[in-house]
């Protein structure tokens, strides 16, 4: 059973958790307003960036709400990254919705923000704010294609493997008893894995991989505009896909690498629950 959390500490650890997704989804929703919305706009189409631009815009952001974050809550920044800490790091349970809250509310605020500073070049570009710039906030099947056929079953299971594929390496990663990255440089390793999930595996859902990226931004269109938001381009209720998919992959995936590699690492000392290791922590 867990222990209670002091209240002073875990109001830190929330505030660092919103905080860090807010620069995250700022980065993220950003680039694609501008590559999508903003694109739409030139001359010709398509001369602010393309998926390759996106998938390194989301990667640095990754890394920069780490940067963020880390020290004081250890920048989990995702649901489905809180979830498998808990259950194969120790990571507090009594924490796991308060942190999944906290990203969900620094998702939201940043996806209103972009949704405002994006307001003129999103009205012109889709003056119906419909599907055609909905996915500036929140994923689809197929990215809102019905020529690639990607229905809300095939989008699952894109979203179970890759978010298994992400927490596998976020604990091959951060392992300490492994190979880990050094002067501090994990932040931009991690970085680089979601740039290359983006590019290996973003036709079939958009790569959400994350339940409070893809659910904090698609409320925040809802609520200005964006009436279809919870629907895909078939029709179909589609919000669930990016917020239960992840949450299985992300514990398919650290189970994964626990099973596979963490158990025939030499064993040292307790490993922190979640948070990044530093000299001089005394905490």
């Avoid at 906030?137 to 298994?164: C, K, M, Y």
Wanted: with cysteine; charged share 10%.
């Amino acid at each position: 059973m867990s222990e209670p959390v002091p209240q002073s500490r875990i109001i830190r650890e929330m505030s660092a958790e919103f905080l860090g997704t807010m620069v995250l989804i700022l980065f993220g929703c950003g680039v694609v307003a501008q590559v999508v919305a903003g694109g739409a706009l030139t001359d010709p189409k398509g001369g602010l960036g393309d998926h390759d631009s996106i998938a390194w815009a989301w990667g640095l952001g990754v890394t920069l709400g780490v940067y963020v974050a880390a020290r004081i809550s250890g920048a989990h920044l995702n649901p489905a990254v809180t979830l498998a800490l808990a259950v194969f790091k120790g990571f507090s349970w009594a924490k796991v919705v308060p942190y999944a809250l906290a990203q969900t509310a620094g998702a939201f605020v940043a996806a209103l923000l972009v949704r405002w500073n994006y307001t003129e070049v999103l009205a012109r570009a889709d003056p119906a704010h419909s599907l055609k710039t909905q996915f500036v906030f929140s994923t689809l099947p197929g990215n809102g294609s019905t020529t690639a056929g990607i229905h809300e079953w095939g989008a699952f299971r894109d979203q179970v493997i890759g978010t298994a594929l992400l927490l596998l390496l976020i604990f091959a990663i951060t392992d300490l008893l492994n190979t880990p990255p050094g002067a501090n440089m994990a932040a931009f390793v991690i970085g680089l894995v979601v740039v290359a999930i983006g590019m290996a595996f973003g036709t079939d859902a958009g790569y959400a991989i994350n339940p409070a990226r893809d659910f904090g931004p698609r409320l925040a269109s809802f609520l200005t505009g964006y009436r279809g938001a919870w629907r895909d381009q078939w029709g179909n209720l589609y919000f669930w896909v990016p917020l239960i998919g992840p949450l299985i992959g992300g514990v398919l995936g650290a189970g994964l690498y626990k099973y596979l590699i963490g158990v025939f690492l030499p064993t040292a000392g307790t490993e922190p629950t979640g948070r990044v290791p530093a000299p001089d922590d005394t905490r």
